[in-house]
Nanobody, 124 residues
C-alpha cells in the first residue's frame, strides 16, 4: 500500500521559514517526479514545485521562485520543500504528490498518489 506522509507545517510569521518533508512507504521515489501542491479554501490546488528524483531537475511556480527550494534524500525516500521569506499568501494546505504520468507537472490530475497534507499558516 502506497502512503505519502507530509510533515513540517505550522504557524510562522511573514518573512520566516519552514521545511516540509514528504516520506513515502510502499513506494520508491526513484525515477519519478515528486511535486508539492498547495490549496486554500475556494481555490484550485496549485503546483508549487516539482523534482525529477533521478535527474535532479526542478520546476517552480513563478510565485515561489527564489524563495522555495525542493530537494530529495534518496536514502530516506524523502522529498523536502524549504520555504523561505514566507508571505501570508503562502498560507494553505500543502500536499505531496507522486506517481507522475505527465505531461504537465503542475496539474493535479497527472499524479497517482497523494498525501493527506500539512497546514502552513503565515501571519502578517
Amino acid at each position: 500500500q502506497v502512503q505519502l506522509v507530509e510533515s513540517g507545517g505550522g504557524l510562522v510569521q511573514a518573512g520566516g521559514s519552514l521545511r516540509l518533508a514528504c516520506t513515502a512507504s510502499g513506494y520508491s521515489f526513484s525515477k519519478d517526479w515528486v511535486a508539492w501542491f498547495r490549496q486554500t479554501p475556494g481555490k484550485e490546488r496549485e503546483g508549487v514545485a516539482s523534482i525529477g528524483t533521478d535527474w535532479f531537475i526542478t520546476y517552480y511556480a513563478d510565485s515561489v521562485k527564489g524563495r522555495f527550494t525542493i530537494s530529495q534524500d534518496n536514502a530516506n525516500n524523502t522529498v523536502y520543500l524549504q520555504m523561505n521569506s514566507l508571505k501570508p499568501e503562502d498560507t494553505g494546505m500543502y500536499y505531496c504528490a507522486a506517481g507522475y504520468r505527465g505531461p504537465r507537472w503542475s496539474l493535479r490530475g497527472n499524479y497517482d498518489y497523494w498525501g493527506q497534507g500539512t497546514q502552513v499558516t503565515v501571519s502578517a
